[in-house]
């Protein structure tokens, strides 16, 4: 009876994960009311917050600055002020962060733009309106989901143990397999529901702000709407190959 405690772990570890899964699902719900941003029309620094968080926010104030020729970004990776004149918070925040001598790396400016008081405030605004996740409210959906991910190999794991296990066993190991499969199946099933109620997930948007995001114009129009592509797809949405290359020399990006 060896296999009894490690299948006991299995189920621990199997049904911690589902629940913390089922708590973040519901503290989602709760989060905002269906009624939630009605009415409302995000801007484009919140859509980029809604996508990708405060980096995302820095990319595009940074591609939005490059593509009014207010902000030059080589491919060498390096960013250089044309006007020094921001014309909202964000902007004054990437060009304060880089600095007075208007030339700078791009990837620490980038980091600084991403946790300067500008971006605090958007969290802030969208997490009022019910539209994004707050910080400490627990693990997210999109958290939880990837620890039942990987509770699976872990119980998977567990059983395959306990069938190598030398130990003589009363019951054969058929059995043993069955009863390990239970926990298995049971992650398996909480992560089928996931994805079809409440994917795709999100560690910044609420079921409101998704909503909001799914409703903006997309593909190649006018600036507005190339930006708003940057915006909720990253800096893959970018045209322009010099601007991409530029990118491609920023550090790692940043959590929340």
Do not use: K, N
């Amino acid at each position: 009876m060896f296999w009894v405690p490690l299948l006991l772990l299995a189920w621990a570890v199997a049904g911690v994960t589902c629940l913390r899964l089922c708590l973040a699902a519901v503290r989602g719900a709760a989060v905002a009311g269906s009624d939630a941003g009605a009415g409302r029309d995000l801007t484009l620094y919140e859509a980029a917050f809604l996508s990708g968080g405060p980096g995302r926010v820095a990319d595009v104030t940074l591609v939005a600055m490059a593509r009014q020729r207010r902000l030059l970004l080589a491919h060498t990776g390096w960013a250089t002020v044309v006007d020094p004149r921001g014309r909202d918070e964000m902007e004054r925040s990437v060009i304060g962060a880089i600095g007075p001598q208007g030339q700078s790396p791009l990837a620490p400016v980038r980091a600084a733009a991403a946790t300067a008081d500008a971006v605090r405030g958007i969290a802030e605004r969208l997490v009022g309106a019910g539209l994004a996740v707050p910080d400490g409210a627990g693990t997210t959906v999109a958290d939880a989901v990837r620890q039942v991910r990987l509770a699976v190999p872990v119980v998977a794991g567990l059983g395959v143990a306990a069938l190598l296990m030398p130990v003589p066993s009363d019951m054969p190991r058929h059995l043993v397999a069955l009863w390990f499969a239970l926990p298995l199946v049971f992650a398996l099933g909480c992560l089928a529901v996931a994805r079809f109620e409440v994917h795709p997930c999100s560690p910044w948007a609420s079921p409101a702000g998704q909503r909001l995001l799914g409703a903006l114009p997309r593909g190649a129009g006018d600036d507005r709407t190339c930006l708003t592509s940057v915006a909720v797809h990253g800096i893959r949405a970018v045209d322009e190959p010099e601007l991409r290359a530029a990118f491609a020399h920023r550090g790692p990006r940043e959590g929340r």
